[in-house]
């Protein structure tokens, strides 16, 4: 049997291994296995972990991560405007939190720079900027007087991906939804661009996802677009087969 068939027979458990693993598993060449597993990466039908681990996908190795925050913009309306602007920068978490005190609004922006934020990072953030909110205008702020303006919720599916085309998209009044392939897996990104109050924000933290708050009660119709979509894929893709079959025939 060809050193590819043993591999990918090997992987076929969805269990991750080392290349060097595999070679003394095998009793195979470790440079053979390491070319043969190169080219399965390249061709998307081995996958390959952060650590240099290789594995392919199966139902069990399917695995679901928690919802990351990336793209955080939070914003405060002043009672009454103020004549300077300035702009400051500090930080919390080992993240850069960006201040921009306008006439009007005080705002925040959060810079992850490749390191999203978890629930708790988030939480904490939204605690934290309303300390500076309340120290900056000598007053008690109130969580309903404070507004997140945009946010992007990632939520991973490792060893699992689209067929047929890479990306499905679906856009609305308050959200854009997008899942799409990513070497690691399926990715679904939802970004918000429908304000939404901190008190809401933190109430729906607690419970679950952003994405579950009243603003977003279409969710379910999103996910009835991206069903029938993806039927339709199968479909299309069924009939492209067939037709490919029917011109090797001829």
Do not use: W
């Amino acid at each position: 049997m060809p050193i590819k068939s043993d591999i990918f027979s090997l992987l076929a458990d969805g269990t991750p291994r080392l290349p060097r693993t595999i070679a003394n598993t095998l009793g195979a060449n470790e440079n053979s296995v390491r070319t043969e597993l190169k080219r399965g990466y390249d061709s998307d039908k081995i996958l390959k972990d952060r650590n240099g681990f290789y594995y392919m996908e199966t139902v069990e190795s399917v695995k679901k991560s928690e919802p990351k925050y990336e793209n955080v913009y939070v914003t405060y309306q002043r009672k009454e405007p103020v004549g300077e602007r300035t702009e400051d920068k500090t930080q919390f978490l080992n993240r850069n939190l960006y201040v921009y005190c306008e006439k009007e609004t005080i705002n925040f922006r959060v810079g992850t720079d490749g390191f999203p934020l978890s629930k708790e990072e988030l939480l904490a953030t939204l605690y934290f900027i309303k300390e500076l909110i309340s120290k900056q205008i000598g007053a008690v702020t109130e969580f309903k007087d404070i507004t997140i303006k945009n946010i992007e919720i990632n939520m991973d599916t490792e060893r699992l991906r689209l067929e047929g085309l890479n990306c499905l998209t679906f856009q609305n009044d308050y959200l854009i939804f997008k899942q799409y392939n990513k070497k690691s897996g399926l990715r679904r990104e939802i970004r918000l661009y429908e304000p939404i109050t901190l008190d809401e924000a933190i109430e729906v933290l607690k419970a679950g996802p952003i994405y579950k708050t009243q603003l977003h009660k279409n969710h379910e119709a999103i996910n009835n677009v991206k069903t029938e979509i993806q039927e339709q894929f199968k479909r299309t893709n069924g009939l492209i087969l067939e037709l490919a079959k029917k011109i090797n025939k001829e």
